[in-house]
């Protein structure tokens, strides 16, 4: 068959001018710099727990905070293997989507019968949210300012809605020569930025009485008796909210595999530059390719910029960060989509771990009679997502009956990835077709359809 030639390509900026505006980049994620924060200690002895949660990103400070406010005696007890928000909940892009079931062609697919109400409980858990950072006084440059996708190739203009900004339209909003056009979800997202907001609830935590212990690596679960190497923890009920890092439960550890997002931060634009793309509505961005961009302004008017090449990886390390060739063809396809800033540098590059799962939406499990609960595999929608799931965990742990606890999302767990190497080998087969597909103008080979058919298909 035929390859089709993308836009990056036919586009591709001189590489020298990728080298030029990539040079003054330093590894560092700026979320994480940007965000002030308190330290908390480590956990020196043994002690005891109504609720123990694991965890410190948005899974379990969001667990902590709620369980905290349902039962204000309880007493809940956060452990944190490095600092607060230092891993995914630090670097991702800020996108808090209302989305519980990674899109609306993933979520129908999966759970026809129940999506509707997957649906509204998803844009009533982006509202408490809203809500929850409103009351308990959270800065974290909270902005309602949806998602616009874009179709930055022709074929992609057919899979948009019937009432899509046409070309001119969409390059009012956000001015690019490769928009063709696009589509407005006005009320389905809200921007955070993402470090702030963990370390605001790690706050608001301990505003509320959660004992948070950083530097306090979990080493086993007896039981709901939590081990670590200066102390335990002997609980009542126990929360895992461990994200993409191994499991805690042996049962768990193949429904997840670890994924490399990679991410640019330019420097602040000028008010030239600024005028020069428009974007007066701040909203968040992403083109409609299954390797796909997303980006979206800071406070301060950068424009963070990443995504495209995702990374498998059998474990999450320091040393899968650096990856200069994902580095340059970010920077490439930035100056294609936006050639008018040309002159602007990037400041930041850094990368991160996805908790990917075979459904591409969060899981969720109890284990030790009820008295332990889990949620993981958000595959990059966790922002908002999390939130919903530590709901679920409160309600499984308190043994109540609910809504969400009886969704069919909820009860049943996804297929498993196979062991190394087979996932090796599925995985890059799998990103290989979805780059093959990109190239021949959206349509996916055999290996894709029958992914497609068995409900492992990636398609949101």
Not at 99 to 105: N, W
Not at 293 to 313: E, V
């Amino acid at each position: 068959m035929r390859t089709h030639e993308t836009v990056y390509e036919r586009l591709a900026p001189p590489a020298a001018l990728v080298d030029q505006v990539l040079a003054p980049s330093r590894h560092a994620v700026f979320w994480l710099e940007d965000a002030p924060g308190t330290s908390y200690p480590p956990l020196t002895a043994d002690t005891s727990a109504d609720l123990t949660v694991v965890g410190g990103g948005y899974c379990g400070l969001w667990t902590a905070v709620l369980a905290k406010r349902r039962n204000p005696a309880a007493r809940v007890v956060l452990l944190e293997a490095q600092t607060i928000g230092w891993a995914a909940s630090g670097r991702n892009g800020g996108f808090c989507e209302a989305s519980i079931t990674h899109g609306e062609e993933n979520g129908r697919t999966r759970w026809p019968d129940e999506y509707d109400a997957l649906e509204r409980l998803g844009l009533e858990n982006l509202d408490a949210l809203e809500a929850d950072v409103r009351d308990l006084g959270i800065d974290c440059e909270l902005e309602r300012t949806g998602m616009l996708a874009v179709a930055v190739e022709e074929h992609q203009v057919a899979w948009l809605g019937p009432d899509h900004l046409d070309r001119e339209a969409v390059r009012r909003e956000i001015d690019s020569p490769v928009f063709l056009a696009g589509e407005w979800e006005r009320e389905s997202c809200a921007l955070v930025h993402p470090a702030r907001l963990a370390r605001e609830l790690a706050r608001v935590a301990a505003d509320l009485g959660v004992e948070i212990h950083e530097q306090t690596t979990v080493t086993g679960l007896d039981g709901t008796t939590v081990r670590t190497p200066r102390g335990r923890v002997t609980s009542e009920r126990v929360a895992l909210a461990t994200n993409v890092f191994p499991s805690l439960l042996r049962r768990t550890r193949l429904l997840t595999v670890p994924v490399y997002d990679y991410v640019l931060m330019t420097e602040p634009l000028t008010d030239a530059q600024m005028a020069s793309i428009g974007w007066a509505n701040r909203q968040g961005l992403g083109d409609m390719a299954n390797q796909f961009h997303y980006a979206r302004l800071t406070a301060d008017n950068r424009i963070l910029w990443g995504g495209y090449d995702a990374i498998y990886k059998r474990t999450v390390r320091g040393e899968h960060e650096e990856r200069p060739e994902t580095f340059r063809k970010l920077a490439s396809h930035f100056l294609t989509v936006f050639p008018q800033l040309e002159d602007v540098r990037f400041s930041h590059r850094w990368a991160g771990a996805i908790d990917t799962s075979t459904r591409f939406a969060a899981f969720h499990g109890l284990a030790s009679r009820g008295r332990v609960a889990y949620a993981a595999g958000f595959t990059g929608l966790g922002v908002g997502a999390t939130r919903f799931a530590a709901e679920v965990m409160l309600d499984r742990l308190s043994g109540q009956s609910t809504e969400r606890t009886r969704l069919e999302m909820v009860r049943r767990k996804p297929i498993p990835f196979p062991p190394s190497p087979l996932a090796d080998l599925g995985i890059e087969l799998t990103r290989r077709s979805l780059d093959r597909a990109d190239h021949q103008r959206g349509r996916r080979n055999l290996f894709l359809k029958a992914l497609d058919a068995v409900g492992l298909g990636f398609d949101s």
